[in-house]
């Protein structure tokens, strides 16, 4: 009966870390956005206004479940929690520590990848389920970008996977620095097995990963519908997109899915591009820097902070660059993306077949 | 006892989903409802040991062709869904003929090949179950290595027609020159 227990604590642990991480995550993102834009963002509610977002999500759970008259009451009340639940279920694959990975599987990045796309038929739900012109626009334009953006995404983590030929996401964490099973060459000539840190991340074992990498990014900011790609909840034609007439608790549950795949989309390109749970620090000489900062919660402690600053980053870019045009955003994707991902494809196969 | 257990909850919600899908009225409402049928089949792929199926069901129905039909109901026109829901509503009505003979062949068909098959004594059941220790560990690479030797010209032919529907679908959505 112990590992029931286990299951459940572990699934309340990877919860309980969602809720806090969209806490301070919408935190730093007032307050980044205010630092862009040369204002203080919140400053009323503790010092430098760090309690700020508590009091929000204290003000959205007591506010009053609105549903409009004419909305289809079943798929409008579903909505919320099936989107929420498909990111949720994402985390369930990603590992954390050398060892410590929620549910280890031997299919982990193609469980993930499944798994995030059953958001799209949440998004439509909400967005039908609101009988609301604006919604439904939205959730339209939201689940076209999140089609479409599937396949360069999809490229570019395949050209990842051949380079770590498996789908287990422990296994490719393992592959990334001195706890290699296997051997690992710098660019593919220079053997880094006893020298890990950065040397031995993936976008330095094979360095067409790098553009792979920069591929990935780009379209999971258009998975997440963040700005430059948020046309689906542009809010000054669409009011607020798929969300628009949503209100309290169920309200933020879908900005809770929003941040938590954020973190979600941060981690898994952590994992496959960046290596996982590996210190940055090589071992230079006797100096064992990367023997030492290898462990469990160095483990925990590298993936956060790598996934912590990727999330910055794409805050950084959403108050940065404006917002594209559908065109724009179509072009972008098929005549620039998708060629580009499948070149990396073809590069990472003739890398395996002619260097090993 | 605890599988068995898992493994009718998920048989059942299949087959009411199923039928829900297929009795309702509410197109869109019978569309979500399909998505429950098809997590719930995933469900016992994975106990069938076929979790790499089970997830390319998810990644190819609901990511690809659920998204697709909620489009094509959300992108047609009003009058085309509300004359399908007022057709005639009789058991026998004309519409309804046609599907219901071909229906019960198909049910007449099934339950004679399940009662002509001895499944205890079916050889690939036999060599299988000998099998399900390897099926544990590595079944992405039994799969890749099976398609790319024994089924190489099926899965070749698949790609064919793929490539097929998408340059027809590439031209339809192609901006038509202006001739003036």
Redesign the interface.
Known sequence: MDFYILYILTASLIFAFIAVFSLFGVYAERKISAFIQDRLGPMEVGKFGWMQTIADILKLIQKEFIVPTVA?K??FTLAPVIIFVAVYLGFAALPWAPGLTPVS???GV??V???I??E??GI??AG?GSNNKYS?IGA?RS?AQI?SY?IPIGFAIIAAVMIAQT?DLQLIGLNQGILAQQEIRFFGFWDVKDIGGILAWNIFQAPHLIIAYIIYFIASLAECNRAPFDIPEAESELIGGFHTEYTGLRFAFIFLAEYAMMFLVAMFGVTLFLGAWNTPLPNIGSLKLADYTTGMFWGIFWVLIKSLLIVAAQMWIRWTLPRLRVDQLMSLCWKVLTPLAFACLVISGLWRLLLF | MVEQIVFYVFAAIAILSGVYVVASQNL??SV?MF?VTLLSVAGLYVFALA??VA??Q??IY???V??ML??VF?LSSKDSLDNIVNLKKEALSANRIPATIITIALLVILIYAILLADFEQLDWIKSNKLLIEKAQ?S??HNIGVNIMGRFLLPFELISILLMMTLVGAAHLARKEPNND
């Open positions: 289809d079943v798929l599987m031997n299919l193609f469980y990848f499944a798994i796309s059953v799209a038929l439509l739900m039908w439904l339209v689940v089609v599937e789908l | 869109v409402r979500f998505f979790d790499f997830l390319t998810i990644v609901v990511g690809g659920l998204v909620l489009f959300m560990t079944n992405v």
